[in-house]
């Protein structure tokens, strides 16, 4: 079956303008994660879902950041008012339920480039 | 969740086995060793996990210490394909959210 997608794969854009990126999970998948990864790096965890609520949004950087997911399905991620630093791949996970033994399938990313 | 320690860099030769180390002084008797990989321009792809006893999947065997406070993955018949970024991660079981914390994790590169 379909893995896990993201769109778009690559997005460049202007210092100071919102961003919205998608991820569409496996379907079934009822847990959700964004990750974060620079240049580099190795990836920061930004958020999580279980459904549609977001019991953990410890990741996110700064309120600048925000993110959705309607049911138990497609997430965005908005970032508004982009800075230099936010280029990086945006990595989205899922998995059939959250915690041990319910292993996080990723999609290929998008990469954000802030000029 | 516990702290890994890897080694940065690891080389190995096509159809040799790849031991790939992670020391975990500090983990907690529920805590879980994970492994993923990552080749380049992809995301994050899982191996294999472990508690206590050792394991071997499709893909690779892990060796978890009796006092667990270091593993080795074991890639037994290493190809070129298999030159990735691999991390080891620490996690607590069910009740937690899940997240991943990644380290720096090894970069292996399968010489033909």
């Known amino acids: 079956g379909a893995g896990v997608s993201q769109s778009p794969s690559n997005k460049v854009t202007e210092k100071g303008k919102d961003v919205e990126l998608r991820c569409d999970p496996i379907?079934?998948?009822?847990?959700l994660y964004w990750y974060r990864q620079r240049l580099g790096q190795g990836l920061e965890f930004l958020i999580y879902?279980?459904?549609?609520?977001?019991?953990?949004k410890s990741g996110l950087p700064s309120d600048r950041f925000s993110a959705e997911r309607t049911g138990e399905s497609v997430s965005t991620l908005t970032i508004q008012r982009t800075q230099q630093e936010d280029s990086a791949v945006y990595l989205c996970?899922?998995?059939?339920?959250?915690?041990?033994?319910?292993?996080?399938?990723f999609g290929p990313g998008t990469r954000l480039t802030v000029l | 969740d516990a702290k890994t320690t890897q080694p940065p860099s690891m080389d190995c030769a096509e159809g040799r086995a790849a031991n790939l180390p992670c020391n975990h002084s500090t983990i907690s008797g529920n805590e879980y060793v994970y492994w993923y990989r990552q080749i380049h321009s992809q995301g994050p792809q899982y191996i294999i996990h472990?508690?206590?006893n050792n394991e071997t999947n499709e893909m690779a065997s892990l060796i978890i210490t009796e006092d667990r406070k270091s593993s080795t993955l074991i890639l037994p018949h290493a190809t070129l394909r298999d030159t990735a970024v691999y991390y080891c991660?620490?996690?607590?079981?069910?009740?937690?959210?899940?997240?991943?914390?990644f380290g720096q994790g090894t970069t292996l590169q399968v010489k033909p």
């Open positions: 379907s079934g998948h009822t847990a």
């Open positions: 996970a899922s998995s059939i339920l959250a915690g041990d033994g319910n292993e996080q399938f």
């Open positions: 472990g508690l206590k």
């Open positions: 879902f279980q459904g549609n609520s977001a019991p953990d």
């Open positions: 991660i620490v996690r607590v079981p069910p009740g937690n959210t899940g997240k991943l914390i």
